[in-house]
């Protein structure tokens, strides 16, 4: 870092700022799968940046497709005028989604993405006479992100207790799904689970369905520590969802764009939701976009009235922004182009192989992986929740890692431009940092 750098201004989100700043680490620099730092040494990228580079650092196609996109229009409001590249990019994640999902409401986050998709579902019971579906069932553990819709149908307890006076009052939550009893160190989708769908049968005699719009989850809870659904348990949801008339949405700003090794989790699952909410990978994280794919008949249903009134009163100065819209439509070329999805999928098996080989190191208590993701729990040190993942993560930047840590669990989420080697390398330096903690 430089001595000149003054790191007393930016409050940092989701960090401990008295400690960063005391021991910072600067990332300077990015190419392919690695950060730089200013002092030159090279990591690792464990989790694709937060999620969102799974093509790498860097990467030309998109690079070029911003600058060109920034000399030729830089900005256009997308209310009451268009410009092509919206359209063209909400056609063509159109086509990567489920057949039906084709209808496309750009955001610039995943935290928007999710207070828009449930906008959409209230606006959809009320377009069609059910003013009464105002709830909104979300899970134990679930991360939405920081709006206020995403914090009350989250399951993040600190969340409830900060901010629960400004959360929606209509919610309700499942029970997450993680029992390491029954599911410990399982490969992929545990066997056991299904029945704790169930469980939104009953949240439906309390409430009654004629109050309920929307059930929103997680295909695979990422943020919470890699939550791997159990197998039947989406179908189970989607047919319960049916069955009363809610709506099913899938938060996958995690999943969506490969992660699973198929465009979307409801592909790799094989259970289709009404709407999908994505962010991260679709620009590769070069510029913010996020959205909400929604089923055609949801948006019809919305289009009703005079042909001149708004249908939706909801929108961003920057939905559909034109330099975020440019790098998405490259971002889809590579992963066209290179078969990235495909590659994913692949890479599925070793990175399983490799973190399951961690099992009987010092302080793991589970590991679980799903498509290109997996998590390594550690059990916490007496008294001191969190401190195990903080020393991992420190020991991991000093061994060449940039790994990610929630609590006392390790995430990892390689960008899809990783070799074998790296997949390897990378689970044979977490050993050696497990090996080191105390
Ligand atoms: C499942 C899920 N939903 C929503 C969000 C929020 O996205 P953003 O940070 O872009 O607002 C995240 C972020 O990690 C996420 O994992």
């Not at 979300?138 to 991360?143: K, Q, S, V």
């Not at 729990?377 to 940039?402: D, I, K, M, Y």
């Not at 390689?414 to 074998?420: G, H, K, L, Y």
Request: net charge neutral.
């Amino acid at each position: 870092m430089s001595t000149q750098t003054d790191l007393s201004a930016f409050w940092m989100p989701f960090t401990a700022n008295r400690h960063f700043k005391r021991h910072p680490t600067l990332v300077t620099g990015a190419d392919g799968a690695y950060f730089s730092l200013a002092d030159g040494r090279r990591l690792f990228d464990c989790l694709s940046g937060l999620w969102c580079t799974p093509l790498g650092h860097g990467r030309p196609e998109i690079l070029a497709a911003v600058r060109a996109q920034a000399g030729e229009l830089d900005f256009a409001p997308t209310f009451q005028v268009g410009h092509p590249k919206a359209f063209e990019l909400a056609a063509r994640i159109a086509q990567w989604a489920p057949e039906g999902l084709n209808r496309v409401f750009f955001t610039n986050s995943g935290s928007e993405a999710v207070d828009s998709g449930l906008k959409i579902a209230l606006a959809y019971h009320h377009a069609r006479g059910e003013a009464s579906r105002v709830r909104v069932i979300g899970r134990e553990r679930a991360y939405h992100g920081v709006g206020i819709g995403g914090i009350s149908a989250g399951g993040i307890a600190a969340n409830r207790r900060l901010f629960g006076a400004l959360s929606a009052p209509f919610v309700d939550h499942l029970p997450h799904t993680h029992d390491p009893a029954q599911m410990g160190f399982s490969r992929g989708q545990p066997a056991w689970g299904a029945h704790l769908a169930d469980a939104l049968e009953r949240l439906v005699a309390l409430h009654d369905a004629s109050t309920i719009a929307a059930v929103i989850v997680e295909p695979m809870q990422g943020s919470t520590g890699v939550i791997v659904p159990p197998l039947g348990y989406l179908e189970r949801l989607r047919e319960i969802c049916t069955r009363h008339g809610i709506l099913l949405i899938f938060d996958e700003v995690i999943t969506g764009f490969g992660r699973l090794g198929a465009n979307f989790a409801a592909q790799r699952l094989g259970v289709t939701p009404d709407i999908i909410v994505f962010a991260k990978a679709a620009t590769n994280g070069v510029i913010p976009l996020g959205g909400a794919i929604v089923q055609q008949s949801i948006h019809d249903t919305m289009m009703r009235g005079p042909e001149q009134a708004i249908e939706f009163l909801h929108g961003y100065t920057y939905s559909g922004h034109p330099i975020a819209c440019a790098a998405g439509l490259a971002t889809l070329d590579v992963f066209a182009n290179e078969g990235m999805v495909a590659r994913a999928a692949r890479l599925e098996r070793v990175l399983e192989d490799a973190v399951h080989s961690l099992q009987g190191e010092p302080h793991v208590i589970d590991i679980r992986n799903f498509g290109l993701a997996a998590a390594v729990e550690l059990r916490t040190r007496e008294g001191q929740p969190g401190a195990r993942g903080r020393e991992a993560f420190e020991r991991g930047v000093q061994s060449g890692l940039l790994l990610r840590f929630t609590a006392d669990t390790i995430a990892m989420a390689p960008p899809f431009i990783s070799t074998e080697e790296e997949i390897a390398n990378m689970v044979e330096l977490l050993r050696g940092v497990l090996r080191r903690i105390a």
